[in-house]
Each structure stands twice: as structure tokens, then as C-alpha cells.
């Protein structure tokens, strides 16, 4: 019995087991979730301060039911048990990581990233301003310069003893004249600062010009005029003045300022680039403006003397042209003084051209035409006879040689040798053109025979070209190594020659020399170059003494004061001509026993050549 009573026990307990366990799913029993994670939160995230400088971290911790906190550690310097970071001694700048670490749980920390500066310093400051003069009440902007080390401030704090300045550095001058020293100091470091002075002047001083002197200049030959001097006198010039001359280009070569009162101007100009003119001259240009005009004045070109010789079958008048053209203001007026060949004045009239000569077989006279008029033909008494635009171009010289007139034309985009038949075609309805030149600057015409030639002078290329006339063609050519520049030395490069077959030409880059070339082998002769008793200022022919006769000055860019003659062979006869100053119209009679020598005004003069 016992023992079946120990069974129904059991079997009752098991039963009550299974029934308990079976009603779980049906809310019968309550099983716990696990706890939530721990989480922690470190602000701020990210700092930057400066080397051994302290930051405050603060670490928010979640789910810790026991409320342990957590610990902080770093990789450089240190921190408190309260996030108290205190940043490394650093040179360079260096990052570090910050951590707090859950006490409760290692595994959950978080970190903030930390920024550390190494020091920094202010080594200079330096100013400047721009403009560094103005005149009262108007405005230089400053800026300033801030150089140091490590993370350093480029800002600065400005001040001036005199006028305004703002914070952004922009200067007010004040109502007077003065010196404004203006100051940038550095605002992480005051005691470093820099300073720079902006020059006050006093308001509405408005440069004058009263006169330029002198107020007319002659130029003297149209290919090169030389450097001449314009003194500008006036009143409150400065230092800084510009100055600009019109018409263009401007021919301003060198200024000068020479007081308050005065600026010397150096020009250099010639006939070939400037028509004749006034000049208008403004001075200060930029602050106040003076204006003033003077005038170039251009005084006949160096083929101003002619004389009416013929020949022996057809002898002509004997009397002599001097060509005189002057320039005032926007007009010239070129006139011819005609005089008998003891110098006896003749009837004066206008003259057709701005160069001149005569022509030995018709006796008329043949003028470059002023401006674009070409070859101009007129009798010995000023009458139109022929002539015309040809191709409508300036030209620099004219020659006239046995029933030929011909001219140089550098101005025009082929630089051209024209000429006209006197004979048979004073219409110029068929101009004769030779081309093939660069920058023709100087002309000479010899007849040899019944051959009529035009020798030009190319400054462009130095050579010399013997050219056929009326046919054009290029008979020889001479480079002249000696030759230069046309525009160095004491004149430009001048050509002449004579019937016998030679050449002579004036070297301005060979100083006081002569150069001399055969005419039907165009090569230098063995006498060439001949040495000079001074520097060259022209040369005309002495046809009755086969010679050249050369004028001269003592010294470069002087007054021409002397003459001598030079035959084909190189052998020279000084002349004893007494006149202290050799005017630029010279030519030597039929005869060779006179020397006519023409100066401004229509002054002609007749000297013993000897």
C-alpha cells in the first residue's frame, strides 16, 4: 500500500509540473528582457586651443543603473577625473584624442579630437599707401604687412597724426598741407607696429605755363632737324609733372624738371615725320593740366641755291635763286629771292615748292611741290609752266640735269625716285618711276655725254644706286659700309657729283671724312675716304674746276665756319672764306670764282672762292 501510495504522489507532482509548464504561452508565466546597453557621450567633439591651454569635456552616460561615471584618459597632456583637459607644451601643432571610458562598462567610451596650437608671435608690421602725395582732402589707401610665427593675427589698428583713417586703412588728408604719419599696430601684440608718410599738398594749385621759349624753332633740314630744346616757363611745376605734346607723335625726346617754374623739354624731330606746325604743350597732365603752344618752324632744306648756268650751246641767264621757306604756326610761305649773278636783287615772288633747282637745258625751275603737289615747273619768273601730283606724294629732295626734274619721295608706302620730262612731257601725264628703294634721303643728277643719271643715296640700307633717266633702270650700285645712320654725325648723309665721273658723299658715321666713288665702275676710289679739315655740313659741285667744294664746322653739330675743295684724286685746297657762319644756301658760280651764299630772309651774299 505504501507503495502504491508513493506512486500516485508522484505521478500527481509531475502532472502539476507539465500543467505549469504548458501555460506559459498563455500568459500563465513571466519571463525578464535583458537590460539596455550603456552608452556614453563626450562634449564637446572637437576643440582647438592653444599650447598648455585647458578645454572642459563633459561625458553623458545612459543605462548605467549603477551611475558609476567613467574615466577620462588622453594621448597627450592630461585631463581630470572631471574632463579637465589640460593641452601638451607643443612647437608645432598636434592633435589629440580625449577619451571617457564607462566605469561600469570598459567596452562603451567615447572621444573628442583636440586641436593644439603651438604659440604664437608678431615679428613686423609694415605700412604702405597709395598715392603717397595727395593734396588736401583727398584719400591714400593704406594697407599693412603682419608677419610671425605660429597661428598669429594679421589685424591691425590704425592711426594718423594728421587727417583720418579709417579701419579698413583709408587715409582723409586734412584741410592744410602736411606730413601724415600713418601707423598700423598689430592687435595681438600693440608694442609692434609700422608706419609710412603720405605727403599733403595744398589743393587746386594749378600748374601755369606762361610762355615756351623759344617759342619758333628753325629746322634746317628736312630729313633730320637735330635735338633742339623748349624751356617751358611758368608756375607750380612739380617733380612728377607729365608732359605731352601734340600733334602726334610726340616728339619728346627728354624732360626735365628744373624748378617750380621751369621744365626743359628735348626734342627731337624732322620735316620727313612732322608737317610744320604749332605744337600744343600740356604740362602737369594727370593733377592740374597747363597748356601752351610753340612752333617748329622748318627754314629751308639744303638744296636752296641754284643758278641758271646753261651750257655752251646753251648758254643761259646767269642769275642765282635762293630759296627761302619758313613756317609760322599752321602756314609757310616759301618765297624765292632771284638775284643777278653779282648778287643784284631781282623781283622777288612765290616760290612752288619747298626744294628747288634749275634745269640746265630748259632754264626752267623745278620745284619738289609743299605737300602732295608733286613736281612743280615754273619759268625763271614764277610762272606755272608744268607739272603735277605724279603720284601724289611729298617729296624730301629735287634735282633738275638736262631736260630732267626729279625727286626722292621717302613718305609714301613704295619709296619711289620720280621724274618728269621738262621736254616733252610737262603734263606728267607719264611720270618715271624707279621703286626699288627703302628710305631714299639724298639726291644728286650728272649728265656724262649724252647720258642723263640720278644718283641716290638709300639711308635705309646704306647704298648708293645709279639709276638711268627717263629709262629707270639700275645701271650699279654701291653699299657703303662707312656710311651709318643718315641721321648721326654732324648732318645727314648728303650726295653730289660731277661730269667728269665722280661721286662724292658725305659719311656723317665716319666723322670728318669724304667718301668718293667712280661713277661708271661705281666702286670707292683709291683716294677715299678723304680726311676732312672739319666735320662735313654740305657739298656742292665746282664744275668749272672739277673739284667738290665741301663746307665744314669745327666740331661736330657746330656752325659750319669754313670750306675747302677736294678734287676726284683726294687732294684738298683749304678756301679762305671769312664768314663766321656758312649759311645753308651755298653753290659756286659758272666760273668757280664766286661763292654765293644764302641765308634767312632772302640774304644772299658774294664771296671771293679762294
Known amino acids: 500500500m505504501k507503495t502504491r501510495a508513493f506512486s500516485l504522489a508522484f505521478f500527481s507532482l ?61 594621448t597627450a597632456g592630461t585631463v581630470s577625473v572631471g574632463g579637465l583637459f589640460t593641452a601638451p607644451t607643443v612647437t608645432t601643432q598636434t592633435a589629440v584624442t580625449v577619451t571617457a571610458t564607462s566605469k561600469a562598462d570598459t567596452t562603451k567610451s567615447d572621444f573628442a579630437t583636440v586641436t593644439v596650437n603651438a604659440p604664437s608671435t608678431i615679428t613686423s608690421v609694415s605700412a604702405t599707401c597709395n598715392p603717397t602725395t595727395i593734396q588736401t582732402s583727398q584719400t591714400s589707401q593704406c594697407t599693412a604687412v603682419v608677419l610671425g610665427t605660429g597661428s598669429f593675427s594679421t589685424n591691425v589698428t590704425w592711426s594718423t597724426n594728421i587727417g583720418t583713417i579709417s579701419s579698413s586703412g583709408l587715409l582723409t588728408a586734412p584741410a592744410s598741407a602736411g606730413t601724415a604719419r600713418v601707423t598700423a599696430t598689430s592687435t595681438q601684440n600693440t608694442g609692434i607696429s609700422g608706419s609710412t608718410n603720405v605727403t599733403v599738398t595744398a589743393a587746386n594749385q594749378v600748374a601755369v605755363i606762361s610762355s615756351a621759349m623759344p617759342p619758333v624753332f628753325y629746322c634746317n633740314d628736312y630729313h633730320l632737324c637735330g635735338i633742339s630744346t623748349v624751356k617751358l616757363i611758368g608756375s607750380n611745376f612739380t617733380s612728377g609733372c607729365s608732359v605731352t605734346l601734340s600733334p602726334q607723335p610726340d616728339p619728346l625726346s627728354v624732360k626735365t624738371f628744373i624748378s617750380s617754374t621751369e621744365i626743359d623739354l628735348h626734342l627731337q624731330f624732322d620735316g620727313a615725320t612732322y608737317a610744320p ?91 619738289s611741290g609743299y605737300l602732295d603737289l608733286g613736281i612743280v615747273v615754273t619759268d625763271q619768273n614764277g610762272t606755272f609752266i608744268g607739272g603735277g601730283n605724279g603720284n601724289g606724294q611729298w617729296g624730301l629732295d629735287v634735282k633738275a640735269k638736262g631736260g630732267f626734274g626729279c625727286e626722292i619721295q621717302p613718305q609714301q608706302a613704295t619709296k619711289a625716285l620720280v621724274c618728269i620730262d621738262l621736254v616733252n612731257d610737262l603734263a606728267f601725264s607719264n611720270p618715271l618711276i624707279y621703286s626699288a628703294l627703302q628710305d631714299p634721303c639724298a639726291l644728286a643728277m650728272v649728265q656724262n655725254g649724252t647720258e642723263v643719271d640720278a644718283l641716290v643715296l638709300d639711308c635705309a640700307n646704306n647704298t648708293l644706286s645709279r ?19 643718315s641721321t648721326s654725325g654732324n648732318t645727314s648723309a648728303q650726295v653730289a657729283a660731277l661730269s667728269s665721273g665722280t661721286v662724292a658723299v658725305i659719311s656723317p658715321a665716319d666723322g670728318a671724312s669724304l667718301l668718293l666713288i667712280g661713277l661708271n665702275s661705281m666702286t670707292e676710289t683709291a683716294a677715299s675716304p678723304v680726311s676732312l679739315d672739319g666735320y662735313p655740313d654740305g657739298i ?71
Not at 653779282?342 to 612752288?352: C, E, I, K, N, V
Not at 633717266?469 to 651709318?484: E, I, T, Y
Open 277 to 367: 606746325g604749332q605744337f600744343v604743350t600740356q604740362a602737369c597732365v594727370g593733377t592740374a593740366t597747363a597748356s601752351n603752344n610753340f612752333t617748329i618752324g622748318m627754314m629751308t632744306n639744303r638744296n636752296v641755291w641754284a643758278q641758271d648756268f646753261g651750257t655752251a650751246q646753251n648758254p643761259g641767264t646767269g642769275n642765282v635763286f635762293l630759296l627761302d621757306v619758313k613756317y609760322t604756326g599752321l602756314s609757310f610761305t616759301p618765297t624765292i629771292y632771284p638775284f643777278k649773278g653779282d648778287g643784284t636783287p631781282l623781283t622777288t615772288f612765290r616760290a612752288s615748292g619747298t626744294t628747288m633747282a634749275l634745269d640746265d637745258k630748259t632754264h626752267n625751275l623745278v620745284f
Open 540 to 610: 656742292v659741285e665746282n664744275e668749272a674746276a672739277n673739284k667738290f667744294e665741301v663746307f665744314f664746322a669745327s666740331q661736330a653739330s657746330a656752325v659750319p665756319t669754313g670750306a675747302e675743295l677736294v678734287n676726284p684724286t683726294g687732294g684738298k685746297t683749304l678756301l679762305g672764306l671769312t664768314s663766321s657762319s656758312l649759311p645753308l644756301g651755298r653753290g659756286v658760280s659758272a666760273d668757280g670764282a664766286a661763292v654765293y651764299l644764302g641765308d634767312r630772309g632772302g640774304k644772299l651774299s658774294v664771296l671771293n672762292n679762294q
Open 14 to 74: 509531475v502532472a502539476s509540473l507539465l500543467t505549469l509548464a504548458g501555460c506559459g504561452g498563455n500568459g500563465g508565466g513571466v519571463i525578464q528582457p535583458p537590460p539596455p546597453t550603456i552608452t556614453v557621450a563626450v562634449t564637446p567633439k572637437t576643440a582647438t586651443v592653444a599650447s598648455a591651454g585647458t578645454q572642459q569635456f563633459n561625458a553623458a552616460v545612459q543605462h548605467d543603473p549603477s551611475n558609476a561615471g567613467v574615466t577620462w584618459s588622453t
Open 467 to 485: 639709276i638711268s633717266v627717263p629709262n629707270m633702270n639700275l645701271k650699279g650700285a654701291l653699299v657703303l659700309n662707312q656710311l651709318g645712320s
